[in-house]
Antibody, heavy 123, light 113 residues
Framework: EVQLLESGGGLVQPGGSLRLSCAASGFTFRTYVMNWVRQAPGKGLEWVSGISVSGASTYYADSVKGRFTISRDNSKNTLYLQMNSLRAEDTAVYYC????????????????WGQGTTVTVSS | DVVMTQSPLSLPVTLGQPASISCRSSQSLEHSDGNTYLNWFQQRPGQSPRRLIYKVSNRDSGVPDRFSGSGSGTDFTLKISRVEAEDVGVYYCMQGTHWPPITFGQGTRLEIK
């Protein structure tokens, strides 16, 4: 079964840190660009960060640049998001997602989302 | 970044009736490779998003054929031929042509009248 499973969310104080993980199974993880997408309570979807298949190239939304770091370990089929200097506005459900809808996949790209992990930043 | 604008934002529909959602991009989504990477997602209440349509008009596996996508350039449409109760949720368009970043529309909430 094709699956992404996020973990690592929780309640953290402003200024704190969390590390999210996303474990992939059922597909060839090393051939997929990967994204983190978040959804604040009652709001829409917001792209947070993306990473190339090798991990050599990383991309960030302006709102998290300099605070978040995306990485991957293809030997472990796992994607990570290190989140530092957290703010109240980072409160959201964080999803990992295969970048199957991007121009990297000119024929067809599998699109899979995890179940999400909740990050709450509050004192 | 490409801005995606959806309308309407709220869509009450009678069961069995058609529904249509519009999505406009701030610049053309036609890629230099000739493809247009416009995707549609459905998010049912309490669930993760699920892709329905990729490259404007291609249905993902398992998506009922009452869902269809069309459009080109900057104007795109998702149509549901006959709305069923399981279609309730929020629908998002997303562009993958000019990535990074991928960008989403604001979402259209479909409800049953």
């Amino acid at each position: 079964e094709v699956q992404l499973l996020e973990s690592g969310g929780g309640l953290v104080q402003p200024g704190g840190s969390l590390r999210l993980s996303c474990a992939a199974s059922g597909f060839t993880f090393r051939t997929y660009v990967m994204n983190w997408v978040r959804q604040a309570p009652g709001k829409g979807l917001e792209w947070v960060s993306g990473i190339s298949v090798s991990g050599a190239s990383t991309y960030y939304a302006d709102s998290v640049k300099g605070r978040f770091t995306i990485s991957r370990d293809n030997s472990k089929n796992t994607l990570y998001l290190q989140m530092n200097s957290l703010r109240a506005e980072d409160t959201a459900v964080y999803y990992c997602e295969t970048g199957g809808g991007t121009s990297y996949y000119s024929y067809y790209g599998l699109d899979v989302w995890g179940q999400g992990t909740t990050v709450t930043v509050s004192s | 970044d490409v801005v995606m604008t959806q309308s309407p934002l709220s869509l009450p529909v009678t069961l069995g009736q058609p529904a249509s959602i519009s999505c406009r991009s701030s610049q053309s989504l036609e890629h230099s490779d000739g493809n247009t990477y416009l995707n549609w997602f459905q998010q049912r209440p309490g669930q993760s998003p699920r892709r329905l349509i990729y490259k404007v008009s291609n249905r993902d596996s398992g998506v009922p054929d009452r869902f269809s996508g069309s459009g080109s350039g900057t104007d795109f449409t998702l149509k549901i031929s006959r709305v069923e109760a399981e279609d309730v949720g929020v629908y998002y368009c997303m562009q993958g042509t000019h990535w990074p970043p991928i960008t989403f529309g604001q979402g259209t909430r479909l409800e049953i009248k």
